[in-house]
């Protein structure tokens, strides 16, 4: 795969694909033209459903809750496969009507006439049939579906309030599941009713709904399973929202030949660190170099030399002119001129790591990009001296990426935090188009954005990466992938994905508190190790596939 921009539609796995709820109803409604028809789909999804927890559960005690729409449609006809298995199963109703006028799939009459139990909330207000049936193993939660976005009340937040005391009361483990997604989260926004059971397993049809991967929605997913219903993938042609999933890194990760050597790989120039700041020099370096990039130049002033080519001996420095800041010395305004007149034959420039925040760094950063750039992450300071100018945008390299945390977007957009967090996907997306730029949001599920209109949502979030010097390493890593010649977006979604698998990984050895920016180093190259030699997993079959 070359990474490249144009190519990305045909390199994604069709159930890669994220979908608002509008979007998924559309695509079932032109799927049931096309003759795949509504209740085939139905069946297809309840048989999936039960296919994925007898395989997690065996023949465990089941208690399917069905609501009143489609979702509950979903949990009979799983209930009826769960029956078929031998399983123990029974189905307990609320508001869903049975008669034959609505029952006309009669999902409903093909239960009763198995013999499989049923019950229904309104004649059991008390819940004492309920808390019996509780003594389940496992919950399947069909009650509400995608389609929910009012708070819960009334019956249904008592039931589920009985559902939540089973669980904290049992002696056992009472188990999860829902079916498309938790009742109570609000697949387009990631709103989560407090009254939302927490699943261990989720079952979802054909795509990911948005709000499986907002936060706090996303709390209350638990394992992601994408169920294939045998929906044509052209009908999802158009959707330009995916998960950036181990596959896809591996499928963008640079090639490493044995017959080639350094000039291979490419040079990447880092523009960083200032007297106070001296360790962000170092692990941006340090991680464009474990990334595998060619040749690593440090352009930084002499007394940030000093540290960092004490720990890393690897680089080449080029010395810069200094000047006095409040916190000690940092690069000079002139200093632009030297780092351009050294850049020809560099594939990419990393710039703002450590720079601090100062009239005479915003102005080395206004000359140089002034002047003609190659590939370029900027990051950190890079991005605060971008955001007191305010015809920045016009000012970047035409092969940008930005990899702001929320609070740096705020001054690029002349917004607040709050306002920023309030809606991630959206800004991200509408920022990388009138920024032309491939844009990085950080955070629990990064995203990053490029301007046609593409948006990658990395499903990572650990404490293990909350710590200073983090964004440096990944400014790093991206800097390290584009001077071994991915494109931008590929190189941001690349770079993320390796990021976070790091931070994965030191996490589950070191643990979650504690975890230095530094501990991540040593972590990238195994990392990458591991995507280049593992067999690549299959893509969704019969059951799906974890997103």
């Known amino acids: 795969m070359s990474g490249l921009e144009e190519d990305l539609p045909m390199n994604f796995a069709p159930a890669n694909r994220i979908v608002t709820v509008a979007a998924m109803q559309a695509i079932e409604r032109s799927a049931d033209a096309a003759g795949h028809f509504f209740a085939t789909m139905m ?8 296919e994925a927890i ?16 489609n979702n509950g449609g979903d949990g009979l006809v799983c209930a009826r496969y769960l029956h078929a298995a031998g399983a123990a199963v029974r189905v307990y109703l609320w508001q869903r009507a049975t008669d034959a006028a609505h029952d006309y799939e009669q999902h409903y009459a093909k239960l009763t006439a198995l013999g499989v139990p049923t019950a229904r909330a309104d004649d ?15 919950v399947v939660d069909a009650l509400l579906g995608t389609g929910a976005n009012r708070p819960i009340h009334g019956q249904l937040a008592a039931l589920l309030t009985e559902v939540e005391q089973a669980q904290a009361d049992s002696d056992a483990r009472l188990h999860v599941v829902a079916v498309d997604c938790a009742s109570g989260m609000n697949c387009d926004d990631g709103a989560l009713d407090p009254h939302t059971l927490l699943p261990e397993l989720t079952v979802t049809f054909a795509y990911a709904k948005c709000g499986h991967y907002m936060f706090p929605a996303a709390s209350a997913v638990g394992e992601l399973m994408v169920a294939d219903i045998d929906i044509d993938p052209a009908l999802a042609a158009e959707v330009r929202t995916f998960v950036l999933d181990e596959a896809q890194v591996r499928a963008w990760l640079p090639a490493r030949p044995a017959n080639s050597h350094k000039g291979a790989f490419g040079k990447v120039m880092l523009a960083v660190g200032s007297e106070a700041y001296p360790g962000a020099s170092y692990l941006a370096s340090a991680a464009a170099a474990r990334t595998g990039a060619g ?16 720990k890393l001996p690897e680089p080449t420095y080029l010395f810069l002119p200094e000047a006095s800041g409040p916190n000690g010395a940092v690069i000079a305004g002139e200093a632009a001129a030297v780092v351009a007149n050294a ?21 080395f950063v206004a000359e140089l990009l002034a002047q003609p750039l190659p590939a370029t992450v900027i990051d950190a300071d890079g991005l605060n001296a971008l955001a007191t100018h305010a015809d920045w945008p016009q000012r970047l390299p035409p092969r ?39 844009l ?3 955070g629990p599920y990064t995203l990053i954005a490029e301007p046609s209109g593409w948006l990658a949502v990395l499903p990572v979030a650990t404490p293990a990466l909350a710590s200073a010097g983090s ?14 010649g991915l494109a931008p977006f590929a190189a941001a979604c690349v770079g993320a994905g390796l990021h976070g698998m790091a931070g994965l990984a030191c996490g589950a050895t070191i643990g979650v508190a504690g975890v230095l920016a530094s501990d991540l180093l040593p972590t990238l190259p195994s990392v990458q190790h591991r995507l280049r030699t593992a067999s690549p997993p299959a893509r969704p079959g019969s059951t799906g596939e974890e997103a």
């Not at 007898?54 to 729409?69: E, I, K, M, N, Q």
């Not at 040749?295 to 004490?310: E, Y």
């Not at 850049?343 to 102005?363: E, F, I, K, S």
């Not at 400014?475 to 390290?480: D, L, M, P, S, W």
């Open 440 to 442: 990085l949001l950080k």
């Open 43 to 50: 069946e297809i999804a309840g048989r999936r459903v039960a």
């Open 124 to 138: 059991d207000p008390e819940f004492v049939t309920l808390r019996r049936w509780l003594e389940a193993g496992v």
């Open 343 to 363: 850049l020809p034959g560099y594939r990419a420039l990393v710039l703002g790591c450590g720079l601090g925040n100062t009239p005479t760094t915003q102005a």
């Open 54 to 69: 007898l395989a997690r559960f065996g023949r465990a005690s089941y208690l399917v809750l069905a609501g009143p729409g």
């Open 295 to 310: 040749l690593v130049t440090v352009a930084t002033i002499r007394s940030v030399w000093q540290l960092v080519a004490a």
């Open 471 to 484: 964004g440096d390493v990944l400014a790093g890593v991206i800097g390290g992938l584009l001077a071994q």
């Open 400 to 438: 940008t990426v930005l990899t702001p945390h929320p609070a740096e977007m705020a001054r690029l957009c002349g917004l607040s935090v709050e306002q920023v967090l309030a809606d991630r996907w959206m800004l991200a997306r509408k920022m990388a188009a009138a920024w032309r730029c491939t």
